[in-house]
T-cell receptor
Framework: KNQVEQSPQSLIILEGKNCTLQ??????????LRWYKQDTGRGPVSLTI?????NTKSNGRYTATLDADTKQSSLHITASQLSDSASYIC?????????????FGRGTQLTVWP | EADIYQTPRYLVIGTGKKITLECSQT?????MYWYQQDPGMELHLIHY???????EKGDLSSESTVSRIRTEHFPLTLESARPSHTSQYLC??????????????FGEGSWLTVV
């Protein structure tokens, strides 16, 4: 069964600190992996997308890594800000259909305290 | 910022009422999607469309229906709302797939409460 598991479920850090969020998946055949940021009550916003051949991608203070062999990804946030408080969702796409079916994790709820 | 818009953002309706959630995008995307998301849970695909006059059911069974008469418009309708339909509904659209994948743009969501 294709699945996407994220950890931790929730995380609290102090402003200015770094943190790393984890994503493990079993989706096969793999096409790409995306990280989204979802503020409370809003729609998800794309942070990064990585294909099989990419193992790191940055977007400002956000850096995503991908290990396609172990089927693991991480999202590293540097110098956190209060505005980083949100749910971070890992999404994996397969290439077994024309739709490119998406498998969503439940997200990691990050809270940044001043 | 994504040019995809949903209305209403928040709605409380009584059981048995008919409701249509509107979704419009101005990016010219052929592919559009409706997802359902309960608090703290993952998104579930309930409907998708590859283009005008094309609609398909998603992974999660839903009593809602959709239509795609125009490229930019993808409304979702519940003929008779029930409390079990209380949830957040997210509309999305995507640009064409390339070797680097494609970007999926989400609307702000419609929070539906059925009492």
């Amino acid at each position: 069964k294709n699945q996407v598991e994220q950890s931790p479920q929730s995380l609290i850090i102090l402003e200015g600190k770094n943190c790393t969020l984890q994503c493990n998946y079993t989706v096969s055949p793999f096409s790409n992996l995306r990280w989204y940021k979802q503020d409370t009550g809003r729609g998800p916003v794309s942070l990064t997308i990585m294909t099989f051949s990419e193992n790191t991608k940055s977007n400002g203070r956000y850096t995503a890594t991908l290990d396609a062999d172990t089927k693991q990804s991480s999202l590293h946030i540097t110098a956190s800000q209060l505005s980083d408080s949100a749910s971070y969702i890992c999404v994996v796409s397969d290439r077994g259909s024309t739709l490119g079916r998406l498998y969503f994790g439940r997200g990691t709820q990050l809270t940044v305290w001043p | 910022e994504a040019d995809i818009y949903q209305t209403p953002r928040y709605l409380v309706i009584g059981t048995g009422k008919k409701i249509t959630l509107e979704c419009s995008q101005t990016m010219g995307h052929d592919k559009m999607y409706w997802y359902q998301q309960d608090p703290g849970m993952e998104l579930h695909l309930i409907h998708y469309s590859y283009g005008v006059n094309s609609t398909e059911k998603g992974d999660l069974s839903s009593e809602s229906t959709v239509s795609r008469i125009r490229t930019e418009h993808f409304p979702l309708t519940l003929e008779s709302a029930r409390p079990s339909h209380t949830s957040q509904y997210l509309c999305a659209s995507s640009d064409p797939v390339t070797a680097n994948g494609n970007t999926i743009y989400f609307g702000e969501g419609s929070w539906l409460t059925v009492v």
